[in-house]
Structure formats: C-alpha cells, structure tokens
C-alpha cells in the first residue's frame, strides 16, 4: 500500500475561461478501487493527465508509483494484436496474458488478427487486458465502456472487481456499482472521496442535499424574521429616544435618565438580532455550493395521424452482399419508446440507417409514414466544431431553447463561447440531443445517445421521456437507463 497526495492542486488551461481545480487537496489510497463521477467538463481526463504530468499545474502531486492510461495512445492498428501488445509492453510474459485474456473470455486466436479486425468489445478487452499486465503501477482507466454491448459491460464489470488500484472513469451505474470500493466526485467547488459504491455515494449526496436545502430554507426564514425584527426594534428605540426632551400629557417632567436606558436597552437588543442575522447569513453561505443545478427539461414531439409510424417485415440488411441482420419484425406505435437491443456488429446502426431514410440494401417488406418527422442523434460527435450560436442557425433551431437545454445539462454560460471542437466527448453528446430536443418531430431515434453523458444528465434525460413520453426507438447499452425507459425491447 501507498499513497497517492495532492495537495493545493490548481490548474487552468492557458488562455481558458475559467479555472477547473482552485486549492485542491486530497489523498488516495493505491489499493482501493475508485469510480471517478463529476458532471461533463468538469476536469475528470484532465485531472488523469495532470497525474500522467502532462500539463504544468501550481500545487503538489506526489506519489511512488508509476501510472498507465487506459485507453492507449498511438495504437497501429492495422497490425497484428499480438505486435500492439508488444508495441504497448514488449515485456510482457506471455502466460500472464493468456490468463487474463480468458478471464475476459477472449480467444487467442485474435492475437493473430488484425487488430482493427477486431470488434469494439474485442478491442476494449485485449488492450485492458494489456494494462493489468503492468505490474507495480496505479491504472488510469477512462470510459472502457463506450461502445460495449451489455454482455460485455457485465464481463468487464466483473474482471475489474478482481482487480485493485485504480481511477475508473464511468457513467454507468450498475458497472461502478459492481467493481469500485470508492468514489472520487468533482463538485461545484471541490473535489472529494467516500467509502462505498455509486450507489452509496448517490443517496449520501441525495440526503445530504436535501438537508441543505431544508436549511438554508430555514435560515432564510430566520433571516427575513430577524431582518423585520431589527428594523422594529430600531424604530421604537429612535421614537422613546425622541421624547426625550418631551413631557408627559399630564405636564410633568420625563425621566430622561429613565426614556435614554430604555432606548439604549432596545437599541442593544436590535444589535443582538443583527448579529444574529448575520450569523444566520454566513451559516446561509455555507450551504448549496454543491447541489447540481438539474432542471426539468422539455421535448418538442408531435403527434402523427396515425398509430402506426413504421413497419419491418422479415426485412434482412445487406452490405456488400454480406448479411448484417436477418428478418427482423417490429412495428413502432406511436407513444412506444423501444430499446433496439443486440451484440456489437449485430445490425442495430442499419436498422436505425433504413428508418431515417439511408440508401440501405435490403430485403423483405419496409414501410413508413407519409411525411414523418424524425429527429436523430447518432454516435458519431467528431463532425462538431465552431461556434453554438452557427450550430443553431445551419439547423434551424431555436438557439435561445438550445442554449437553455444546455444550461439545464450543466453547461456553463463561458462554454458558449468556445469552439465546440474543444468541448469534451459527453459536451459533444449533449450538444447533439439538446438539438433534437429543439427539433419538432414524430419520431425521435438516438443511437447510443449517453456515450460519454454524467450519470446526473442521464437521469435529467430519463425523467423526461418519462414524463413527456415521446415515441423513440434507441440504442442504449446503460442497462439501468434502458430498463426505466422502455415499454418495448427489440432484440436482435
């Protein structure tokens, strides 16, 4: 066991907007296994690779292990896996390989395969089985999961738990639940770690939440009470202290000794409620630093004239004369929200293609509605570059709605300044629903919508096709996310 320190962390990008880490400090244990969760922009990659040093920070870092960094940089992979492999470690022994490679259930004959011959699940599990080859080192590992189907989340989940010492980044719930032991969370305005799974730390944050929000509520009342009080108590005190040089109705003389305590007695007791006050005010300033802005979003949908929108019988797609699914049957009414579901490679993307109206060979009878809107958010975010107010206007979308689903999403208002280009791989995915969520249509159709999305947006975008209901058909390998959200399941 050893540590890992930071202490005083601050770090910016030059010539950025704003500072991601101010004064940061924390420690880690090298043994524990740490799920890595934080809202999209916040710094989680950046803050692995201010571990890896490759950008210069203020503050100390210090630590007696090396580290390595999933996924690997530089990877040719028009060789063959077993020379990526050996690119990546040229150590490596190749016993302790082939048993991890079958602890991921991958067969050997892929290290004689070319590696971009591989499917994405196959890619994911050979280059983790790399890193876990690397003795003696602290392991980075960031979003391993895009990409992989459920069956394959679950294998990786489950070889992870074997495992200790390393940062896993992850949106997905039931994978941290099932392979960490704590939870590093970048907040509002600081970073910090507890014991247990996500699930823990989520209902912690929950209570901990709501405790603070009763308070302040309560601190706020107390405020407006005492505020009223003082500016009474204040009052009468300059009244008696004006009649001072009065004189009673009877003629007689005032006490003035007697009026001027009185007043200094109210005008103290006024001090005693503004001090109290303010002793509630900074109590008040305490609180709801960290509490996640997630409002309610919207969506645009419409209705069609008819219940029927599309219609697949025995259809079979082909590329190239190779068949990539066969007689797929399903029909999409409308107010049914479907979970296309299937292996990596098994048809899905066609499928999703032949809907929205892609040149697709394909067999069997397809039918769709005359003049049906569909809006479509694919997997692919690397087309995305300049500015959002342009994005907005080449779509035909309303950019103030754009810009406030964005907020909602947890974007910053200095985001909107910068080159979508520059925007993290889940800021990119939002980007792309926010824009159907502005567009109005029938149909909504998202493959692989929360590749990269924080757990709180995902559950922002959940409660929503929940409350508005929106017939969708999507792609979605979150088991938790599908689970809440479908009414039908369509596997292929």
Known sequence: MSLINVTNLTFGYEGSY??????????????????????????????????????EYSG????????????FSGVNKENNTLDVISDIFPDFLH??????????????DVLYRPFDSLSYGEQTKVLLATLFLKENSFLLIDEPTNHLDMTARKLVSDYLNTKSGFILISHDRVFLDNCVDHILSINKTNIE??????????????RQDSFELAENEKLRKDINRLSDSAKRTSSWSHEVEKTKNGTKNSGSKLDKGYVGHKAAKMMKRSKSIENRQQSALDEKSKLLKNIEDSDSLKISHLAYHKD???????????????????????????????ALMGKNGSGKSSIIKLICGENISYTGTFRKGSQLEISYVSQDTSHLQGKLTNYATNHEIDESLFKSILRKLGFSRVQFEKDMSTFSGGQKKKVLIAKSLCEHAHLYIWDEPLNYIDLISRIQIEELLLKYQPTILFVEHDRTFSEHIATKFVKI
């Open 95 to 108: 016993w302790k390989l082939m048993r991890e490679l079958s602890l991921l259930e991958v067969s050997e």
């Open 308 to 338: 029927r929108l599309v219609e697949l019988d025995h259809v079979s797609i082909f590329y190239d004369d190779k068949m990539v699914c066969k007689d797929m049957d399903f029909t999409i009414e409308q107010g049914d929200r479907i």
């Open 18 to 55: 704003d500072t991601l880490f101010e004064n940061v400090s924390f420690q880690i244990d090298t043994d524990w296994k740490l799920g890595f969760t934080g809202r999209n922009g916040r710094g989680k990659t950046t803050f692995l690779n201010l571990l890896l040093g490759k950008y």
């Open 193 to 206: 770690i507890q014991k247990g799974n996500f699930s823990c730390w989520w209902e912690n944050k929950k």
């Open 60 to 71: 100390n870092i210090s630590a007696n292990v090396s580290f390595e960094y999933f996924p």
